[in-house]
């Protein structure tokens, strides 16, 4: 029952290089985001998905890339590094948001972090 | 613009204490109101969630009491132990769309 996946767990990345982020869930979830933690700034929303083939920006999507061609999987890419982008990040899924009714179908599950350092 | 606020930053409780965090909204169109732990090194996992048609839920020690006509709710850890030490993050979503996340605050909870 793995969840909500990500690798790596750790990477440094020199200005200017480009990288994927991997990240699939196992739980059948049609929704899966991508936010980033910054010191002191909460959880922001890179990407999100609502589906296979479907992807929208969230609130902080510059410099990113997202694709979603299965359920499982959703890759977070980016294209040209920057001090910027040094920080947490986070994949996770749910559901399709349920009215507020039914609230042990809104819970969003999150994986582990990925640390990522740009020098 | 910042549309949920959450305070404070830090806080320091003794054990069997109460912790109390807080948190406003501005968008009256949100329908979920769920609070994350998240320990060091890990992703955050819920922990308990309201909707704005309830003023208080309780699980355990903790507690979401919730203001709707001010706007605000607040998490009530009661007899706090050195195990609820983590960052706390209240956040709140508008149907349809992801949830919005507070800038947490870290709880530490001295023995």
């Known amino acids: 029952n793995a969840g909500v996946t990500q690798t790596p767990k750790f990477r440094i990345l020199k200005i200017g290089q480009s990288m994927t982020l991997q990240c699939t869930q196992d739980?059948?979830?049609?929704?899966m985001y991508w936010y980033r933690q910054d010191p002191g700034m909460g959880l922001k929303l890179i990407y999100y998905?609502?589906?296979?083939?479907?992807?929208d920006k969230g609130e902080v999507p510059n410099g990113y890339n997202v694709s979603r061609s299965t359920t499982e999987d959703f890759p977070l890419r980016l294209e040209l590094a920057a001090p910027s982008q040094t920080s947490v990040y986070f994949c996770?899924?749910?559901?399709?948001?349920?009215?507020?009714?039914?609230?042990?179908?809104?819970?969003?599950?999150f994986g582990e972090g990925s640390w990522l350092t740009v020098v | 613009q910042q549309q949920v606020k959450q305070s404070p930053q830090s806080l320091i409780v003794q054990k069997g204490g109460i912790s109390i965090i807080n948190c406003a909204y501005e968008?009256?169109?949100?329908?979920?109101f769920p609070w994350y732990q998240q320990f060091p090194g890990k992703g955050p996992a819920l922990l308990i969630a309201?909707?704005?048609?309830?003023s208080e839920k309780k699980e355990g020690r903790f507690t979401i009491s919730f203001n709707k006509s001010a706007k605000q709710f607040s998490l009530h850890i009661m007899d706090s132990q050195p195990g609820d030490s983590a960052t706390y993050f209240c956040?709140?979503?508008?149907?349809?769309?992801?949830?919005?996340f507070g800038k947490g605050t870290t709880l530490s909870v001295s023995s």
């Open positions: 996770a899924s749910s559901y399709s948001p349920q009215p507020a009714g039914a609230l042990s179908g809104n819970t969003i599950y």
């Open positions: 739980m059948n979830h049609n929704y």
């Open positions: 998905s609502v589906g296979a083939g479907i992807t």
């Open positions: 968008n009256t169109a949100f329908d979920y």
């Open positions: 309201i909707r704005p048609d309830v």
């Open positions: 956040a709140a979503r508008q149907a349809g769309t992801a949830l919005i």
